[in-house]
T-cell receptor
Framework: DTAVSQTPKYLVTQMGNDKSIKCEQNLGHDTMYWYKQDSKKFLKIMFSYNNKELIINETVPNRFSPKSPDKAHLNLHINSLELGDSAVYFC??????????FGPGTRLTVL | QKEVEQDPGPLSVPEGAIVSLNCTYSNSAFQYFMWYRQYSRKGPELLMYTYSSGNKEDGRFTAQVDKSSKYISLFIRDSQPSDSATYLCAMRDRGSTLGRLYFGRGTQLTVWP
């Protein structure tokens, strides 16, 4: 009965590859987010979707593309991976308040 | 990420100690203030939420906001080893999109028995 789940939990890949991270929430929330947490623990918002509509789009390289097939899912596709993309990526959802429920994170390592 | 400053620590205290965690910020428009707790290898979880200035208490945890000084604090009384985690402050200004939060970099806390 996991509330916000992400797959995979770990992702190790070579520079230049394309990869996707999937997120699903079973809380019935309308809003979902992607965050990046770097090695210094800074948690920075990347994207937010409300009912499949993009509402927050921070200054993120266009190699990153979110996709929301329905309001329970928000996936993140990354093209041409770079060393600097190595980080932990968190998905979160919210019922339309400031309270956000985070997934367990996907630890991405680019070699 | 300079809008919200937070000392990363690490902070190490004995069980039973009172812990004080702090953040400062530069944007005077911030109105909503949160503390998230993040255990190792887990996602953050909301611990405390306050609006504007004042205090809020929840069990052993007290959140304080001093908007005149642009300073927020989280106090943990009678700290326990289970409180060992990274604590991130987060805030939002009234005009920004709901959920558009600015996070501090987190303070790593260890409570030893």
């Amino acid at each position: 009965d996991t509330a916000v789940s992400q797959t995979p939990k770990y992702l190790v890949t070579q520079m230049g590859n394309d990869k996707s991270i999937k997120c699903e929430q079973n809380l019935g929330h309308d809003t979902m987010y992607w965050y990046k947490q770097d090695s210094k623990k800074f948690l920075k918002i990347m994207f937010s979707y409300n009912n499949k509509e993009l509402i927050i789009n921070e200054t993120v390289p266009n190699r990153f593309s979110p996709k929301s097939p329905d309001k329970a899912h928000l996936n993140l596709h990354i093209n041409s991976l770079e060393l600097g993309d190595s980080a932990v990526y968190f998905c979160a959802s919210s019922p339309g308040t400031d309270t956000q429920y985070f997934g367990p994170g996907t630890r991405l390592t680019v070699l | 990420q300079k809008e919200v400053e937070q000392d990363p620590g690490p902070l190490s205290v004995p069980e039973g100690a009172i812990v004080s965690l702090n953040c400062t910020y530069s944007n005077s428009a911030f109105q909503y203030f949160m503390w998230y707790r993040q255990y190792s290898r887990k996602g953050p979880e909301l611990l405390m939420y306050t609006y504007s200035s004042g205090n809020k208490e929840d069990g052993r945890f007290t959140a304080q906001v001093d908007k005149s000084s642009k300073y927020i604090s989280l106090f943990i009384r009678d700290s326990q080893p289970s409180d060992s985690a990274t604590y991130l402050c987060a805030m939002r200004d009234r005009g920004s999109t709901l959920g558009r939060l600015y996070f501090g970099r987190g303070t790593q806390l260890t409570v030893w028995p």
